[in-house]
Antibody
Framework: QVQLVESGGGLVKPGGSLRLSCAASGFSFSDYYMSWIRQAPGKGLEWISYISSSGDTIYHADSVKGRFTISRDNAKNSLFLQMNSLRAEDTAVYYC????????WGQGALVSVS | DIVMTQSPDSLAMSLGERATINCKSSQSVLYSSNNKNYLAWYQQKPGQPPKLLIYWASARESGVPDRFSGSGSGTDFTLTISGLQAEDVAVYYCQQYYSNPLTFGGGTKVEIK
């Protein structure tokens, strides 16, 4: 069955860095655009980045532009989010999902910046 | 950016009643060349990721019960739950995928009265 499994979350100090990974299985990952979407504790959903199926088109929301970088490795069915210069307001559960229609979602990875 | 505004913020209905959630976009999400509304609805239960219910404003995702239906066009959309069940307690979000950045409504919490 379809699985998206995020990893790499954790507690980091302001100004620090983390790299999230999302391992995909059960579907043709290389055919899909992919996104990262986050949800601050008790808050709504915020889409932050997407990458095209080949990786040649990338878009980041203004809130993370210049600090976060999305990438993928189709040979390894994996999606990544490099997060630098982290701020307290980046504290959230980070989900990977198919783009633009979120047919498949991971369970999420918690990132705490404190 | 397209701003998505949902109403109400929350609603409490009795089992079996009809629940209606509204979503308004700050500009049209109807793409004239294919006559499709780039609007989706998601259901999120506590501790779980969102689940896609409706896409193209009214197309039901595979496996979603037919008591969930979506309607509307342009800037005004509705998610209807016909015959509320206990397992429908959740937060519901609309999302536009017409233009970047993709944006979500603030969510509507549905509870049982």
């Amino acid at each position: 069955q379809v699985q998206l499994v995020e990893s790499g979350g954790g507690l980091v100090k302001p100004g620090g860095s983390l790299r999230l990974s999302c391992a995909a299985s059960g579907f043709s990952f290389s055919d899909y655009y992919m996104s990262w979407i986050r949800q601050a504790p008790g808050k709504g959903l915020e889409w932050i980045s997407y990458i095209s199926s080949s990786g040649d088109t990338i878009y980041h929301a203004d809130s993370v532009k210049g600090r976060f970088t999305i990438s993928r490795d189709n040979a390894k069915n994996s999606l990544f989010l490099q997060m630098n210069s982290l701020r307290a307001e980046d504290t959230a559960v980070y989900y990977c999902a198919t783009h633009p229609k979120g047919t498949y979602w991971g369970q999420g990875a918690l990132v705490s910046v404190s | 950016d397209i701003v998505m505004t949902q109403s109400p913020d929350s609603l409490a209905m009795s089992l079996g009643e009809r629940a209606t959630i509204n979503c308004k976009s700050s500009q049209s999400v109807l793409y004239s060349s294919n006559n499709k509304n780039y609007l989706a609805w998601y259901q999120q239960k506590p501790g779980q990721p969102p689940k896609l219910l409706i896409y193209w404003a009214s197309a039901r995702e595979s496996g979603v019960p037919d008591r969930f239906s979506g309607s509307g066009s342009g800037t005004d959309f509705t998610l209807t739950i016909s015959g509320l069940q206990a397992e429908d307690v959740a937060v519901y979000y609309c999302q536009q995928y017409y233009s970047n950045p993709l944006t979500f409504g603030g969510g509507t919490k549905v509870e049982i009265k």
